[in-house]
């Protein structure tokens, strides 16, 4: 597959998106030592400050949501590569506070080395930290251990339901606990269509025949659950939604927040279809979708197919979904 | 070996892996995304600039720096493993500004210690450990008996490309390829063959 995209060299890819996002939303992001993304307008020091770290080239992810009620800062590695420790301690010093830091790392990896690297660094230098480890990705099974399950898109919705906590003054054993009830209670799924191609290597990340497609397929091109054929949207949708479904125990009559996120080159058309099904099958379980979002927050290059999530909703954690937010790529008034 | 063999054993494992990146990302792209060559040559990048920038006469220091330049290399797990390795013998080599064979054994041996202190894996599990614990074994059975460090250090490299080697036959059970589960067998681990790459510039006299 030849690669055809807007770029230059490839060996500054990292250093020239993030200073073309930072020069597009100024007014809210800011880009400190090359490699963190901050807030422009820092919050309060009194309140628990959130810091993330992965790799780039899944834009608008993760950087996208550093903002008020959501990140504070954003590591960011290379492509598809998580940053190393030194930068990392570095964002976690940066934000040293009495009221301390969440630190949400996605299970990857190079994320979960690194991070662990930075977090055994940082307590050495008496910053309070607690490290909450996403995994919700359910293609191992949804009863695999949790050190099989990657993490997906669903450290945005994340990112918002702990910001919300940290922005209200909350402690930083409020907001892990908040965070990581929503983190017990959420599933994500994912299908490809066809590949991307890593821009840095021009190699194409997996391969698919022209008639397949994979559920449970990774944010690197990582196998899932095996090829099957194409299925229709109504069919693929019901397969989806029905594990999602059966792995955060969703009942009659509980709320569900739904994601579908575009990997990058599936149209909103698309996925508008898919979730009108995925809609209409939870709706014949007396399911209810509470809240909806489809987008694109975390792709992974040209790459057909969605991340489709799921999250159990309580009263607690629809009022942080629905507090306000104010980020580049989420912004909820 | 003192520190002016030490920087030239760097040089050559750098070379080493320079001259052989296309194939670490054949083998990646087999099983992964297909950049472990363009990382590797990155950490390469840092540790070469790491030896040339040392003014320190200290074996130690030398060796913190080259840990803490690849620990900066930003390449998902290559960067803390491979930097730990490097931090772990700056450690073991402690104020000695020259190491004898046995002095080899140790750093080496402390070097391994502070890789195990971030990741579980070992031999069989397909990672770098496949090359790295065999070249560590072979170096403390050489110092034991009494060979010399040129001799250690080419039966450690010969262990850590046979320890790459037998990766084949393995099913990754880290990393991103252990998505892939019994799909990775029949192919070389990248991780594995990088480590044995740097082993064999030690070797080269």
Redesign the interface.
Known sequence: MVMKKFINDPNNL?SELLDGYCGAYSHKVALQSE?LVVRANPKSAGKVALVTLG?AGHEPALSGFVGEGMLDVSVV???????????VIEALRAMKRDAGILFVVLN????V??A??AVQMAAKENIRVKQLLTHEDI??GADAPDE?K?GLVGCVPLYKIAGAAAEMGKSLDEVFEVAERFNRNMATLAVALKTAT?P??G?S?FELADDEMEIGM?Q?????TGRSKMMSADQTAETMIRQLSGAVQAKRGDRLLVILNGAGATTLMELYIVFRRVKQWLAEQGIEVARAIVDEFLTVQEMAGFQMFVAKMDDELLALWDAPCDTPYLTVR | MNIDQLKEKLLAAVAAVRANHEVLSRLDSDTGDGDHGITMLRAMKAVENAVHGCRDSELKTLLMDVGWAVLGVDGGSTGPLLGCLFLGMSDGVGNKSEIDCPGLAIMFQAGLEKVQEQTKAQVGDKTMMDALVPAVETLKKASQEGQSIGQALENAAQAAEDGALATKNFQARFGRARNLKERTIGFQDPGATSMAYIFKGFARQ
């Open positions: 990292t490699k790799g590695g290379d492509i598809f590569a998580a940053p190393g420790p030194p930068k990857h990896a190079g994320d080395l690194s662990n690297m293609a191992p099989d990657r890593h840095s290597s190699v990340i990774g690197h091109g990582e196998a899932g």
